[in-house]
Structure formats: C-alpha cells, structure tokens
C-alpha cells in the first residue's frame, strides 16, 4: 500500500527553523523525483523543492537559500531542512513524487506556523 507520512513541522518565531522528514512506503520511492510541496489557507499547493534518486535538486525561488531538501534511499525518507523562516512559510507540508501526471495519494501533511 503506496502511504506517505510527513512529521516535523511546528510552530516557530521568524527566523527560526524546522526540519520536516517524509517517510514513504510502498513503491514510491522507486520513482526517481520526489518533491516537497506546501498549501497555504486560501492558496493553491504549490512544490517548492525536489530530489531526485541522484540528488540532483530543485527549488522554487520563495525558498532557494534558505531551505535544502535530501534524501536517504535507504530509509526511503525525504528530508526539508528549512531555515530563516518567514511568516510567507506558513503552509500545510506534504511530500509526493513529482512526475507530470500523477501524484500518489496525499498524506496528512505537517503544519509549518511562523510567528513575526
């Protein structure tokens, strides 16, 4: 059963930071690039870093500096070190793959809150 399961996330002052891991099951970390991806209230999902099986990265430009994404294949685990934070990161947390046309079944994501 494909199953994602993100932790981590918490409340934190600006400037602060978080480490946020996703731990995936089933076949999905086989697929070569995974992502992380955050929702903020009001807004659409929207992937912010990414990783692939070779550790060759991504990120969107809101996070490029401040935030690193890795991946341990052996635990089939996808880490999000995120640093300086920012009230803008406030978001709901998920990891997925990242393929052009299908997503594995969302997990429950890990709620990031920045205070100002």
């Known amino acids: 059963q494909v199953q994602l399961v993100e932790s981590g996330g918490g409340l934190v002052q600006a400037g602060g930071s978080l480490r946020l891991s996703c731990a995936a099951s089933g076949s999905i970390f086989s697929i070569n690039r995974m992502g992380w991806y955050r929702q903020a209230p009001g807004k659409q999902r929207e992937l912010v870093a990414s990783?692939?099986?070779?550790?060759?990265?991504n990120y969107a430009d809101s996070v490029k500096g401040r935030f690193t994404i890795s991946r341990d294949n052996a635990r089939n685990t996808v880490y999000l070190q995120m640093n300086s934070l920012k009230p803008d990161d406030t978001a709901v947390y998920y990891c997925?793959?990242?393929?052009?046309?299908?997503?594995?079944?969302w997990g429950q994501g890990t709620q990031v809150t920045v205070s100002s």
């Open positions: 990783i692939t099986s070779g550790g060759s990265t």
């Open positions: 997925n793959v990242v393929t052009p046309n299908w997503y594995a079944p």
